[in-house]
């Protein structure tokens, strides 16, 4: 319940973030008033010894969020994802938190399984092992299955981890509220719909059949990708605080050592990196938005392996159709189309100056690409991008800041792999490709047989439709002048129009 008695919750917030030197670093972030900075300290100082010391070694940031808990972990790296919200600075410092927290008993977890699954756990396992990973919401397991011997990774939620985020949770709410009431400067940066996105994620990481549903979509948009491969779930042992998944051996992905001694040529596995990601951002619409070294393995064959699918990215296919093409533009130095795009898709308003628009962009393209070819980053190419846009009236796309996110992640990867990696030519085989399939005539046939596919499906209520469209056209003229056709009617023309063209392009094509 959000309301007063979360008050105390946020003076040891404040306390803490005062004691440990974030306070400063906070308010620069979100770019205080001074009256608002006042305030903060003189509320903050009195109490700052009720605050977290945290370890003195980290940055202020993480090492008050990591003082905090986890409820605090968890929204400090959601709002890495967001430098439009915390900018750039702080967004970096949080990228670096580490989720790491100390495990919970391995008789806990034993409880929790056979709780979830209705059976115990030596009838579901001969092997049930201590924990060897742990983090803010859950801990891993390596296990064995008793009916076929398969080595497996059982996840399992931290006991009362629901309530306690919940209490958080509530505190944060009832903050984002003091905000738009007593900091109106801060409501451009809507705290609540920040709070609100935070609150979904997490709902979405403490149910793990959420994140099992999400690893079985990954699963079935990629099994066809030459040297990609993610654990397999198992169903019949995963529940809502508990999911199974395939043992993943591999070399970690941040071992160049092992890598190298496994005889891993790691440019080629760094172009992977980077393909692999935009062939799923751009064909799919779905990725991978967590792509860090603590997620990815590598098998002996060279396959990269992936796995904790606590965070996705979906872009709906238009989206990905205007990425695209603002990304090819850019490889091809093509301001103006660039431009034209950004108007097309109603991203920038209609009544700024194309033109002007197109020189700002080269602004943003030129100096990149004056760049030697290693240092060149598509990453940092949107990050310019966004203030570009923002400053010509762009509202901000959260789906495209995670994806501009998990580029400077991925790129960071593959980068580490081979520091001498030029990402524009290994990108452009990707982007053109999804280039030539999503726009040109063969995107615009298959756009027709959709629209036609939707149409069949409304077909024996077409007739219906059409004549109360004329009927209430014909009450409708005689009450105004006769300007044309309703939208209504120019509507149904359209449609019309539409499918004639799909039967013409498959009687011609076919």
Do not use: C
Request: net charge neutral; aromatic share 8%; no cysteine.
């Amino acid at each position: 319940m959000r309301g007063p008695h979360n008050i105390w919750r946020l003076i040891r917030t404040g306390a803490t973030l005062e004691r440990t030197g974030a306070m400063g670093v906070v308010l620069d972030a979100f770019e205080a008033p001074r009256a608002v900075r006042i305030l903060a300290h003189t509320l903050g100082k009195p109490f700052q010894w009720l605050g977290y010391k945290g370890n003195p070694e980290m940055p202020p940031a993480t090492r008050a969020l990591t003082a905090l808990g986890p409820a605090y972990i968890k929204f400090g790296q959601v709002l890495s994802t967001r430098p439009d919200v915390v900018g750039g600075d702080l967004a970096q410092q949080l990228r670096v938190l580490q989720d790491k927290l100390p495990p919970f008993s391995r008789d806990a977890a034993m409880a929790e399984v056979e709780r979830e699954l209705g059976q115990s756990v030596d009838e579901l396992f001969t092997e049930f092992s201590e924990p060897i990973a742990a983090a803010s919401i859950a801990q891993v397991h390596r296990a064995r299955l008793a009916d076929t011997g398969q080595d497996v990774a059982v996840k399992v939620l931290r006991p009362g981890i629901e309530r306690a985020f919940r209490r958080d949770i509530d505190a944060f709410y009832f903050a984002a509220r003091i905000i738009e009431l007593f900091a109106p400067g801060a409501r451009r940066l809507r705290p609540m719909d920040v709070i609100t996105h935070f609150d979904g994620v997490v709902q979405g990481e403490l149910d793990l059949r959420l994140e099992s549903a999400a690893a079985s979509e990954f699963a079935a948009n990629t099994g066809d990708d030459e040297g990609f491969r993610l654990p397999p779930i198992l169903w019949n042992h995963s529940a809502r605080r508990v999911m199974t998944l395939g043992w993943a051996d591999g070399i970690a992905l941040g071992d160049n050592d092992a890598l190298d001694a496994a005889g891993i040529d790691r440019a080629v596995l760094a172009q992977r990196v980077l393909q692999l990601f935009l062939k799923h951002a751009l064909r799919d619409g779905y990725f991978h938005a967590d792509m860090h070294q603590g997620n990815l393995k590598v098998a002996t064959n060279g396959d990269l392996i992936a796995y904790d699918f606590g965070i996705m990215g979906h872009i709906d296919e238009y989206t990905r159709r205007v990425y695209a093409e603002i990304l090819f533009g850019f490889i091809q130095r093509d301001y103006k189309r660039i431009a034209e795009v950004h108007f097309e898709a109603g991203y920038v308003p209609a009544d700024r100056d194309v033109d002007e628009f197109a020189r700002a962009l080269r602004a943003v393209g030129e100096p990149i690409f004056g760049m030697d070819a290693t240092r060149i980053s598509m990453g940092r190419l949107l990050s310019y991008l966004f203030e570009v846009t923002e400053r010509f009236g762009m509202e901000t796309r959260t789906e495209l800041i995670l994806l501009q996110r998990t580029m400077v992640v991925v790129e960071g990867v593959s980068r580490s792999l081979d520091p001498h990696m030029n990402i524009w030519e290994v990108a452009k085989p990707v982007v053109g490709d999804y280039i030539k399939q999503s726009i040109g005539p063969r995107a615009m046939l298959s756009d027709l047989l959709k629209t036609a596919r939707v149409m069949s499906r409304f077909g024996p209520r077409l007739p219906g439709l059409v004549e109360s469209a004329l009927i209430a056209q014909t009450h409708d003229s005689a009450q105004r002048p006769n300007n044309g056709p309703s939208p209504v009617i120019a509507g149904l023309l359209g449609l019309g129009l539409g499918v004639a063209a799909t039967v013409a392009a498959v009687v011609l094509l076919g």
